[in-house]
């Protein structure tokens, strides 16, 4: 049943080819045009192109995961999951997939836009590393904003969750710059696993809680 479980919500999303070929298409154009905003003859130095990878990343997957309970709210399939005590699992699966169709082409878009840049072959992996991990948590983020403003429209979600993600950019960031400085960076990449797992962990009960309160 657990198997089924997931590969309907794959088979959803992936047959909804807009919902997440549509971001990765965004992302794309994004960092193609990027380098055109700025002076090729200057050394411009990594962090501002690392910097806009991860704002670009975030707001990328905010509109990807825009939709992610409405329909199923809308037709009662989630009414129907929380009957049978399915709730919680029906949304790690949501979460899993939008993280597989969306937040992983993402990072590896972002890998291949830093390789293509000349910078070192470390950074473009520890980059790639980090958009891995921290698109997990973006999409568990947004998540939880989507099932708040799920009768409101998603500015609502958008408030409340952005200003909880700011500290994970600001993580990014340092770990950005003691890789460029090549300075130990393991502290940073440990507290960016520890936060991706706790959130993968509670989030989804939280969801849960919130969802239930929308179908009573």
Known sequence: ??????????????????????PVLVFLLIVISFPLTLDINSNNPPEIYLSFIW??????TMLGTELIFSDDFEDGTLEQHAI????????FYKILVHWILI????????FLFVLSLGFAYELSLVTLLCLIISNLIFINFFSLGNSLSLKKGSILGLLI???????????LGKMTTAVILELNFIGYLSLLTGVMILATCFIPFIISFILKTHLE
């Open 55 to 60: 704002i670009s990343t975030l707001v990328v």
């Open 84 to 91: 049978n005590s399915q709730l919680v699992e029906i949304i």
């Open 103 to 110: 937040g992983v082409p993402l990072a590896f878009v972002a």
């Open 161 to 171: 969750t952005i200003p909880f993600l700011i500290p994970l950019l600001i993580l």
């Open 1 to 22: 049943m657990t198997r089924n479980l997931l590969f309907i919500e794959g088979f959803k999303l992936f047959k909804r080819s807009r919902a997440w070929i549509g």
